[in-house]
């Protein structure tokens, strides 16, 4: 933590963010980066690489054990202020594959919060056979590089242009183990994701709304406009 600058969005939001949630400050600051990400938009990408370029999207799952790591309250005290500053950059779990094209269409740029991942993997798991639900995650995968899609549905088309797709997820490790299989860890899907895997960290002081937390929060603001 200490190569983060303490006057930087990020340096603000562990600190603020470690002593508001008693949560592990690794899943504040990650999903303040998931943040940054889709905060970034289309200003954030590197050519650098041989394969092509690098998009700034980025999928974090944090896991940890269930009421205690907190992880979910830290993912939803960041999205919470994302979603204050610029409501269309956040959405939840979609109801269905058809939604989630139709959400890309209308916002391609995007954090998908799953702070209930586990309802989601029950829901999209490989051993459930082909799903109206279970098509979500292939949805996801082809969305992660940025790529424009067609996708004729029912009695349209839906468009969905250069979009750049984040995920902030938290998960308990035993819904990981219930609801996955070796293939979806050697796929595309899961293979994506940066994952935390930590405890929390008590601490018997509470948060203040200090002037740096203030202006972290402007300064979100400003990013994103």
Request: charge should be positive.
């Given at each position: 933590?200490?190569?983060i ?9 562990v600190?603020y ?6 949560g ?17 938009g289309?200003?954030?990408?590197s050519?650098?690489f ?6 700034g ?10 009421a205690?790591?907190r ?14 500053v610029a ?6 779990k979609?109801?269905?594959g058809?939604?989630l ?12 919060e799953l ?7 029950a ?15 292939e949805?996801?995968?082809?969305f992660?590089d ?11 088309v ?12 938290a ?16 796929g595309?899907?899961y ?6 895997c930590?405890?929390?960290e ?10 740096a937390?203030?202006e ?6 400003d990013?994103i406009?």
């Amino acid at each position: 933590m200490g190569a983060i600058p303490k006057d930087s969005y990020l340096g603000k939001q562990v600190a603020y963010g470690y002593l508001q949630t008693g949560g592990n400050a690794a899943f504040v600051l990650f999903a303040g980066l998931a943040a940054l990400a889709d905060a970034s938009g289309r200003r954030l990408e590197s050519a650098v690489f041989a394969g092509g370029e690098t998009l700034g999207n980025l999928w974090c799952l944090l896991v940890g054990q269930s009421a205690t790591a907190r992880k979910t309250t830290c993912l939803n005290l960041i999205t919470a202020q994302l979603a204050q500053v610029a409501p269309t950059l956040v959405c939840g779990k979609p109801g269905s594959g058809p939604g989630l094209l139709k959400r890309l269409a209308a916002h391609p740029i995007t954090l998908m919060e799953l702070g209930e991942m586990g309802d989601f993997l029950a829901a999209t798991a490989s051993n459930n056979g082909v799903s109206f639900y279970s098509q979500v995650k292939e949805s996801c995968t082809k969305f992660f590089d940025g790529k424009s899609e067609e996708t004729p549905y029912s009695k349209e088309v839906i468009h969905v242009r250069d979009p750049r797709f984040s995920i902030v997820a938290a998960c308990a490790p035993p819904f990981l183990a219930d609801h996955t299989v070796k293939r979806d860890w050697e796929g595309g899907f899961y293979s994506r994701f940066l994952m935390i895997c930590t405890d929390s960290e008590r601490n018997v002081r509470l948060a203040k709304q200090t002037p740096a937390t203030v202006e972290g929060r402007r300064w979100c603001g400003d990013w994103i406009g």
